[in-house]
């Protein structure tokens, strides 16, 4: 089962419309997969799950084992501030080191509002990915604009849907 990820904590983000989009696209394609969204992480994991904490919090290690049974992810991924949420993260440093993600493989679909699509953001989560032993398709599409390519929660871009079956065909045979 693939492990879809909604990379910010934002309640009724563009990100998790997205991750249903995604949803989908797979369930199209006969691919069974799951949602994981951020906002439903522990409101006190930051400080009662990480580091001298790990595996200590009943709540937080629930949203820990549905990744770790995980062989390939699918990362959305919002721009903030020129890079990706902290809350993405935060996560991430809380799962088990290295073994959640080493020799596991994940695709990303970077969104903004702005013209860069998330680019930046997808760059510096590839770094951290690569420095855990994850293998990253490297079609990684970039929804620039994202509110204006979108209309009643629906995508409106052909070519963002076209990159979107594309990188789920290939995430599929990765």
Not at 59 to 69: A, I, R, T, W
Not at 99 to 114: D, E, Y
Not at 135 to 143: E, S
Request: net charge negative; with cysteine; aromatic share 10%.
């Amino acid at each position: 089962m693939i492990k879809i990820i909604v990379g910010t904590n934002r309640k009724n983000s563009v990100s998790k419309t997205i991750a249903e989009l995604y949803q989908s696209l797979l369930s199209e394609r006969g691919e069974k997969s799951e949602i994981l969204e951020l906002e439903n992480l522990p409101c006190d994991f930051i400080d009662n799950a990480l580091y001298e904490n790990n595996g200590k919090h009943e709540l937080y290690n629930e949203f820990h084992d549905q990744l770790v049974d995980g062989k390939k992810f699918v990362f959305i991924v919002p721009e903030y501030n020129g890079s990706f949420p902290g809350i993405l993260k935060t996560f991430i440093d809380g799962m088990t080191y290295p073994n959640t993600f080493r020799n596991k493989k994940c695709a990303m679909v970077g969104i903004s509002s702005g013209i860069g699509g998330g680019g930046i953001a997808m760059s510096h989560l590839t770094d951290i990915f690569h420095y855990l032993g994850m293998h990253v398709l490297a079609l990684k599409p970039k929804l620039a604009k994202i509110e204006q390519n979108m209309s009643d929660n629906l995508l409106t871009n052909r070519l963002y849907m076209d990159l979107l079956q594309t990188q789920a065909d290939m995430l599929l045979e990765f």
